[in-house]
Structures are given as structure tokens and as C-alpha cells.
């Protein structure tokens, strides 16, 4: 890491550049995850985020997938909620209007059932005042298509992207799923279609068994697993997206500590989202926001893009290191 | 406003089978609670496990500022919260949902009903209708019917026969009151005594809240049903905690209510009873042990 002479007491700069945003810091939170960020409002400063994704909005309101929806599993949840929302119309009436007011970027998360739902709907948030960016929610079944989801196939993702690249000028942000063989192949057929940044990663597929009643525990049978149990996983597929792409990439996936966060950003994320953790404690995002300022301090850091990227596969073990110094291998 | 507050343990105590009572210092949160509302419990630090805890608060004493919770030992969560000792920290998120309406009925009688763990919002509730209307000297019928699986899960309650209130006990085993359950023993002393009550709380295991409601439907009494479902944020942010629900706008609509910010009190029409899962049996706990 860089290392930039830093006076204590200075405030280190948290601010990155994703892509056309600057945000004051890395630290969003994930759609589903923040409501459509009034509910969080008793707990911090929506100010003080670096952006808001909110719960992922259809082109119809959509009720949702009857209960049971969640269940905890060791250091994680699977949810079916089945993207309840209340469509893009209520949202944009009720729901933005308080967020519009509020100086942080808005992203809004938006997924359909078929292409043209996708296009339709980011037609209607072209140019709506107070939106920063789209984030395209790729893992949602392709009714047209047998059901088959859309982020799980290169090419129907990249029609999903290309038809929503045409329907906006706005930034996109594809957000990807976990649940595929090679999510790099995904991403590279994203960016190539449009998109300007990417997000990784979705819930991870899972189920919950009960043995008393012998049934699945969630109504819908299977879920999305999210939570610390995943941040192993969210970070082998971004450096995986990494390697693949030179376009700004958005980590998610356990985040719940300034460290977890800072893991990402040091694999090469320019910024992160956090879920569940917010359910944990609502005012999380401060508190890691926070940390990775002490962070910046204690290795006097000035900026925290100079740590963006810095992970080092070469030397993967102290004594490789003090070899590698000795012996300047490349 | 919801806060989210650092307390601490003043006393937990066993109060009956699997039951424990927890009184926490927290001032803040006692100012504004309302009976039927409940907060969220971290009952430890890390991530087993990893979501907080609903309960509804037991009691609230803003003037001491604390608040009690009575809860049952049913898995891994309310485990770890039965070993917090006095001056233990706990972080806790309240208050949370609607609450409970008091009666706008004059003395008309009120029925409420509690199975097993359900007494818990309902206590300080009932004391509370019992004195309302001493000042003007007249009093109120209060019947509570009071189910449990076996004579040891009761809750003392020795101020129920002071305060006037009637209670109508029952156990599935027949070890106190009516052998049987609470509904049944509902139905058949309301059509025996023919009370006319102004309206019926309510708070058990959704089997047994879909009886209470049905009752409630078929002879107009108006409901507040404390409803319960597995919740994640607490905070309407996860919309997890859903319950399948009666749109009135397009009755054949498929449409839910969330438990953790349009209840957890609900009125019996809300809800379309006929689509509700119920949760998993609970475990025996030495499974857990
Ligand atoms: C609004 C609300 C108020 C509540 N008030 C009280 C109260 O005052 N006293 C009390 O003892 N309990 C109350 N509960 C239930 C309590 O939240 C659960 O018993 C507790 O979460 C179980 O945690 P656990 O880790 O011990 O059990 P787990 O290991 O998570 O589960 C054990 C068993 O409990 C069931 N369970 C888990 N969570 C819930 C839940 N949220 N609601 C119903 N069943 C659940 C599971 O299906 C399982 O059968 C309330 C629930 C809600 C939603
Ligand atoms: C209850 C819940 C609802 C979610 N809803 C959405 C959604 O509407 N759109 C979306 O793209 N992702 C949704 N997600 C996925 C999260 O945004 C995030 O990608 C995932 O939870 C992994 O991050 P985490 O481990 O920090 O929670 C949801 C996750 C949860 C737990
Ligand atoms: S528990 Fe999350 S919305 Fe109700």
C-alpha cells in the first residue's frame, strides 16, 4: 500500500470514484436489505452513506411469496421474499420524493420477468431528477424463456443489459449471481453489452430442512442465503470478475465489519454494499464507515483509493515475502 | 421513534416451566413503549446466533425505567438469552409495531385469551383494565381464558383475584381448569354465560389465534390479536415477517400485512386465515442442550 505521510488527527479522504459517482465513501447498502431508506432513519445519518440502493422495484407492484419467507442459518439467513414491492409507479410518487431531498446518490434496483419489462422500467426512470445510477437485477427467472434465470446464461443477460442500455442514459450497474459456473463470463458479457459498472454478488442459492414437520423451511422450498456465511464466497467471485473486467466492481456479501469491507477493497472493489448486516444492527454502516477511518489512521493512509486493488497473490505467506525482498523475484 | 439501546440485566428469575422473566434498565425505550408493542434482542455478540430476538414487552415501568420481557426457552436464541446474569449488556431495539387500542366501550366487558407463552403482552394489560375504571367507581367484567400444554407452564399471577379479573383455566393434559383447549373452553363459557364483550385480546400460537379469530368473526366481536412470524430487522426493512392478508380494496387479491410495522396487533379481518402456514412444531429443547 501506498504509503503518504499523514498527520494524526488529519481526516483521511474515504472518498472513491465509481465509475461517472463520487461518493463521499465506499459504503452503500444493499437493495432489500435498507427498505427504501426511511425505515432507518431513527438510527443514522443517510447523509452519511456513500449511496442507497433500494429494495429492487418492478413495473407492477409484485405481493410477494407467502410465509414462511426467512429462516437463520449458521452466520447467515436464506430469504424467499419473492421481491415484494410496490411497483415502480408507487415508488416513484412516495417513495423517492423524501430520498431527492437528502444530499446521497440514489440507486434504484430494478428487475422484470422479461426483457421488455426491463426496458420499460428503465425507461421510466430516465431522467427522473434524484437517481444516480440503475442496478439491473439479473436473478430473476425469464417467464418467456422457461423460467430460466436471466443472470445465469451470458447471452440473456447481456440482451437484458442491452435493452436496458437503450431505454437510459443513466449509469448501469449489473448486479450479478453467484449461482453460475463462471461469473467471470458473465460480467464480460455485461460490460460488453453496456454496462458501466458491475455488483457481485446476489444471495447465494440454499434451502433449510425441518426435521420435525419433514418440511422445506421456506414456503418457496428454496431461498437466497446472505450473511457473514457468504463473504468467503462474494470474495473469490470478485476477484474472479476482476480478473475478467477492467470496469469498477461493487463487492456484497457478509459485510458486517470495516475489516470485511476493507477485504473487498483491497481485492480491487471500488466500493461495497451491506445487507444483512443491517438487520443485525442498523446503524452498522456508520459504525464500518467509521472503522475503516481508524483504519486509514493507524496505517496512515491519506486517501483510501490508495488502497483500492492492492492485494498482493505473489507472496502469499511472511516468509515468501522476506524471499521475494531477498531474493527480488518479480 | 425507534431506538436501539446498550441496557443492562436488573434480574432474570424462572418464573415457571422453561419460562424466565428479564428485567432490563432501559430508560429510554421505557418512555415510549406501548403494551403490545415488542423490541428486538441481541442475545449475544457474534454471529450465533445472528439475528436478533422479538418479544413483546411483559411490563413497562417508565417511571423506573425499566422494562420486562417473560419469555419461554425454545432454542438457541432464547438459550443464550436465559444465561444473561444481572448487569449482563444487551442490546436491544425498541419499541416496535402498533400496540394494543384500549376499549372505547365504557365497562362492557373484554375477553382476552392466552396460550401458553401468549400471557406475556397480556399481564400488564389486563391490570391495567381492571384499574382504568376504579377512579368512577364502577367496575368491568374481565374474563381471561388461559391455556397451556400442562399446569406447570402458568404463570403466577397473584394479582389476578384482587383486581377482580376471572380467570378461566385450561391444560391439554387436565392437570388445572378445562382438559382441552383454550378456544374450546372460550367458545363454549360465551355461549353458556352469554357475555356480550366490547372486545377480545388475544395472544398464542397462530393455531390457536385462528380459532380466537374465527370466534371473534362469527359472533362481531371486535379483535386486537397479537400475531406472531419469524422477523429478521424488526424495522419493515427485510420483509420477511409477512402474513397472508385480506386487501380490502381487491378482496381476491393475493396481499400481505407485515407483523413488525402493521401489527403486531391485528384485527381478525385482516387476516386470511386459510393461507397461513404455521411455524414448525417447536423442538423439544434437549435437542438443543
Ligand atoms: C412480535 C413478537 C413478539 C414475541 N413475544 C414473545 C414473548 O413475549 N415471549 C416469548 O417467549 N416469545 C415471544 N416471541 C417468540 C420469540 O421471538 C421466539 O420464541 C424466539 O425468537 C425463538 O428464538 P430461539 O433462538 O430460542 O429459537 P429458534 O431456534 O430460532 O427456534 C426455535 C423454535 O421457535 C420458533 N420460533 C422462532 N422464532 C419465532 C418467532 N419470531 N415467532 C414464533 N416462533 C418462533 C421456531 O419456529 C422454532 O420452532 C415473539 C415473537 C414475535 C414475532
Ligand atoms: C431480505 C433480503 C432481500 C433482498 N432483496 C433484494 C432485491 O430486492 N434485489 C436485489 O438485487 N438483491 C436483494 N437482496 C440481496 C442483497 O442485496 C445482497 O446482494 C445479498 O444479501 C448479499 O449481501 P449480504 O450478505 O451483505 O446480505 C436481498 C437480500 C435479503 C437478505
Ligand atoms: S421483520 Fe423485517 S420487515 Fe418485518
Redesign the interface.
Known amino acids: 500500500m501506498a504509503q503518504n505521510s499523514n498527520a494524526p488527527g488529519d481526516t483521511p479522504d474515504l472518498s472513491v470514484q465509481l465509475g461517472p459517482l463520487r461518493l463521499r465513501n465506499p459504503v452503500m447498502v444493499a437493495s432489500g436489505t435498507f427498505g427504501y431508506g426511511e425505515e432507518y432513519e431513527d438510527f443514522l445519518d443517510l447523509e452519511r452513506l456513500g449511496a442507497i440502493v433500494v429494495k429492487g422495484i418492478s413495473l407492477r407492484p409484485r405481493p410477494g411469496n407467502p410465509p414462511p419467507r426467512i429462516v437463520e442459518t449458521a452466520a447467515g439467513m436464506i430469504n424467499a421474499i419473492g421481491l415484494e414491492n410496490v411497483g415502480v409507479d408507487v415508488f416513484l410518487k412516495s417513495k423517492l420524493p423524501h430520498l431527492q431531498r437528502l444530499q446521497v446518490p440514489v440507486v434504484v434496483n430494478i428487475f422484470g420477468n422479461t426483457l421488455e419489462e426491463y426496458a420499460q422500467l428503465a425507461a421510466k426512470l430516465d431522467g427522473v431528477p434524484g437517481i444516480a445510477a440503475l442496478e439491473i437485477n439479473i436473478s430473476c427467472p425469464n417467464v418467456k424463456e422457461g423460467g430460466m434465470v436471466f443472470g445465469t446464461d451470458p447471452l440473456m443477460a447481456a440482451r437484458v443489459v442491452q435493452v436496458v442500455r437503450r431505454a437510459t442514459a443513466l449509469p448501469l450497474i449489473t448486479k450479478l449471481t453467484p449461482n453460475v459456473t463462471r461469473i467471470g463470463d458473465i460480467a464480460r458479457a455485461t460490460v460488453d453489452a453496456g454496462s458501466d459498472m458491475l455488483s457481485c454478488i446476489n444471495t447465494v442459492a440454499a434451502m433449510a430442512v425441518d426435521i420435525f414437520s419433514r418440511r422445506p423451511k421456506l414456503a418457496n422450498v428454496m431461498g437466497g442465503l446472505s450473511g457473514p456465511a457468504i463473504k468467503p464466497i462474494a470474495l473469490r467471485c470478485t476477484l474472479e470478475v476482476l480478473r475478467e473486467v477492467h470496469c469498477p466492481v461493487i463487492g456484497i456479501g457478509g459485510i458486517a465489519t470495516p475489516t470485511d469491507a476493507l477485504e473487498f477493497l483491497v481485492l480491487g472493489a471500488r466500493a461495497v454494499q451491506v445487507g444483512t448486516a443491517n438487520f443485525v444492527n442498523p446503524s452498522v454502516t456508520t459504525e464500518i464507515i467509521e472503522g475503516m477511518e481508524r483504519f486509514l489512521r493507524v496505517e496512515k493512509i491519506a486517501r483510501l483509493e490508495d488502497c483500492i486493488g492492492t492485494l498482493d497473490t505473489q507472496c502469499l505467506f511472511p516468509f515468501a515475502e522476506i524471499a521475494c525482498e531477498l531474493t527480488d523475484l518479480p | 421513534?425507534?431506538?436501539?439501546e446498550d441496557v443492562s440485566v436488573v434480574s432474570q428469575e424462572k418464573v415457571a416451566f422453561q419460562t424466565h422473566l428479564l428485567r432490563l434498565s432501559a430508560g429510554r425505550i421505557s418512555r415510549e413503549a406501548r403494551l403490545g408493542q415488542f423490541l428486538m434482542v441481541?442475545v449475544r455478540d457474534g454471529?450465533?446466533?445472528?439475528?436478533?430476538r422479538p418479544f413483546s414487552f411483559h411490563r413497562i415501568d417508565a417511571e423506573q425505567g425499566v422494562v420486562e420481557i417473560l419469555y419461554r426457552v425454545v432454542g438457541r436464541g432464547t438459550w443464550w438469552l436465559s444465561q444473561c446474569d444481572s448487569g449482563a449488556r444487551l442490546?436491544i431495539?425498541g419499541p416496535l409495531g402498533n400496540g394494543f387500542q384500549l376499549p372505547q366501550c365504557g365497562p362492557a366487558p373484554v375477553v382476552a385469551v392466552a396460550g401458553g407463552i401468549g400471557i406475556a403482552p397480556m399481564m400488564q394489560l389486563l391490570e391495567k383494565l381492571a384499574q382504568w375504571l376504579a377512579p368512577s367507581g364502577k367496575t368491568r367484567e374481565i374474563h381471561l381464558f388461559y391455556g397451556a400444554r400442562t399446569a406447570e407452564e402458568f404463570i403466577p399471577g397473584k394479582a389476578f383475584d384482587t383486581l377482580g379479573i376471572t380467570v378461566h383455566w385450561s391444560t391439554d393434559d387436565g392437570s388445572r381448569g378445562h382438559e382441552g383447549f383454550v378456544t374450546r373452553l372460550l367458545e363454549d363459557t360465551m355461549r353458556r354465560e352469554k357475555i356480550k364483550p366490547c372486545v377480545v385480546y388475544s395472544c398464542g400460537p397462530l393455531a390457536m389465534q385462528y380459532h380466537v379469530a374465527r370466534w371473534a368473526l362469527e359472533n362481531g366481536v371486535p379483535s386486537q390479536l397479537s400475531l406472531e412470524?419469524?422477523?429478521?430487522?424488526g424495522?419493515?426493512?427485510?420483509?420477511?415477517?409477512?402474513?397472508?392478508a385480506v386487501n380490502p380494496a381487491a378482496p381476491q387479491?393475493?396481499?400481505?400485512l407485515h407483523v413488525c410495522k402493521d401489527g403486531p396487533v391485528f384485527k381478525a379481518e385482516m387476516i386470511q386465515w386459510h393461507?397461513i402456514?404455521t411455524?414448525?412444531?417447536t423442538?423439544p429443547i434437549f435437542l438443543f442442550s
Open positions: 421513534m425507534k431506538i436501539m441481541q454471529t450465533d446466533p445472528l439475528l436478533r442490546r431495539i412470524s419469524l422477523m429478521a430487522c424495522l419493515g426493512a427485510c420483509l420477511g415477517c409477512a402474513l397472508p387479491e393475493e396481499h400481505y393461507k402456514q411455524h414448525p412444531a423442538p
